[in-house]
Nanobody, 125 residues
């Protein structure tokens, strides 16, 4: 069992920044890949970014490349998503996820086994 809890969401103006955190507990000795997804109202859950266990490999969806950075601190069992130059279209509930395999490409949500409860990010124009 792995439990994931996101934090750091909130309201920000367009062009601003937020840093999301996802703290893991439970079976944290697993060498899991981690990812961030997001879901806007009325839309499907969308892949955002992924990072492998060591942190040496990352992948981003095209719409966030150059603006978002995923990182992790395994000593703290935490993964981060630094979001800069935020746009109104980034508004969504953001979820962190864990899975056994890192995929260097856009992945469906079914690839991941564990999920957090989500944190709301709202970007005003």
């Amino acid at each position: 069992q792995v439990q994931l809890v996101e934090s750091g969401g909130g309201l920000v103006q367009a062009g601003g920044s937020l840093r999301l955190s996802c703290a893991a507990s439970g079976r944290t000795f697993g060498r899991y890949a981690k990812a961030w997804f997001r879901q806007a109202p009325g839309k499907d859950r969308e892949f955002v970014a992924a990072i492998n266990w060591s942190g040496g490999r990352t992948y981003y969806t095209d719409s966030v490349k150059g603006r978002f950075t995923i990182s992790r601190d395994n000593a703290k069992n935490t993964v981060y998503l630094q979001m800069n130059s935020l746009k109104p279209e980034d508004t969504a509930v953001y979820y962190c996820a864990a899975g056994e395999v890192f995929i260097a490409g856009t992945a469906p949500s079914a690839q991941y086994d564990y999920w957090g409860q989500g944190t709301q990010v709202t970007v005003s124009s």
